[in-house]
């Protein structure tokens, strides 16, 4: 069973050119499927749309065109605060809400009027019992990196996404996150959908790859045969790091 699958998925931006108003296709007929239980490496130039897909599959944003599923379902016809529940975003920046860590971990039970163990999830990810009545902005980065997965956790969902949860991170502490989605993959059977720039990383997580430029999808498969030999040209060149942004 498919977690995720895109289907033909376009969608445009508003941008300014000089007084006018005008709308800026950033994804192309992306049809992709994350089967249940994989972990997805999504790669790309900066600029080429990963965040935004991301965006797509929990509804901060909404396709101009095509559908997406999830275990088989428009997630159009989903209600929206299952839908995040369901599917867990960390975003490219932690995102920090008010209170202290504990609250922030429960806040997703704490709306629905469910009870929530903060510690639990909080142990989890790798962090001491005591920063729980910390307030959040008061933790490191990677500290907050990891609060944000405990949060995103606390639903129980389905499918995390996470936007470079270690772009702000020094190489052990990368190494911890890859170690701690790993661990959550298996423990959890969660589905994931990472992106990330570090080669090493998506090498380490990843069952399957999926490469955008320019918001087409111009590789998708098994992480092993896009490591050993991608499918494209462009796919080599990035792997070389010789691809600029315009993906030339
Ligand atoms: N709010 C917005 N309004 C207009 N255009 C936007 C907006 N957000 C993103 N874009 C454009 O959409 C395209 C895709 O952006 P996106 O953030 O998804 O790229 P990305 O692959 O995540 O890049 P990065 O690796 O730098 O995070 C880019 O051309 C970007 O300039
Ligand atoms: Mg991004």
């Known amino acids: ?72 379902s428009d997630i159009a016809n989903l209600d929206v605060k299952e839908l ?12 920090l809400l008010p209170g202290d860590v504990a609250d922030n971990i429960a806040y997703g039970p704490n709306l629905r009027g469910e009870p929530c163990n903060p510690g639990d999830y909080l142990e989890h990810v790798g962090l001491e019992r005591e920063l729980l009545r ?28 996470l936007d470079e949860p270690t772009s702000a991170l020094d190489r052990t502490a990368s190494r911890n996150i890859v170690e701690l989605i790993l661990r959550l993959n298996e423990k959890l059977g969660l589905t994931v959908i990472i992106v990330t720039h570090v080669m090493e990383h998506a090498q380490a997580l990843a069952t399957r ?16 045969d896009f490591f050993e030999s991608p499918a494209t040209e462009t796919g080599r060149k990035f792997l070389r790091g010789e691809l600029a942004e315009d993906g030339r």
Do not use: W
């Not at 005008?22 to 249940?36: A, C, H």
């Not at 995040?84 to 995102?95: C, E, I, K, L, Y």
């Not at 999926?210 to 498969?221: C, D, P, R, Y």
């Open 134 to 161: 910390r307030p959040a902005s008061a933790l490191s980065v990677g500290q907050q990196q990891r609060m944000c997965i405990a949060r995103a956790l606390a639903n129980h969902p389905d499918v995390l996404l």
């Open 84 to 95: 995040r529940r369901r599917v867990g975003m960390v975003s490219q920046t932690p995102a």
């Open 209 to 224: 790859v999926a490469m955008l430029v320019g918001g087409s999808l111009i590789e998708q498969g098994p992480a092993v």
């Open 1 to 72: 069973m498919n977690a995720i699958e895109l289907s033909h998925v376009s969608t445009a931006k508003p941008v300014l050119l000089g007084d006018s108003l005008t709308e800026l296709e950033v994804m192309r007929d992306v049809s992709l499927s994350v089967p249940e239980g994989e972990i997805l490496a999504l790669i790309g130039p900066s600029g080429s749309g990963k965040s935004t897909l991301l965006r797509m599959i929990n509804r901060m944003e909404d396709p101009t065109s095509g559908r997406i599923f999830l275990f088989g």
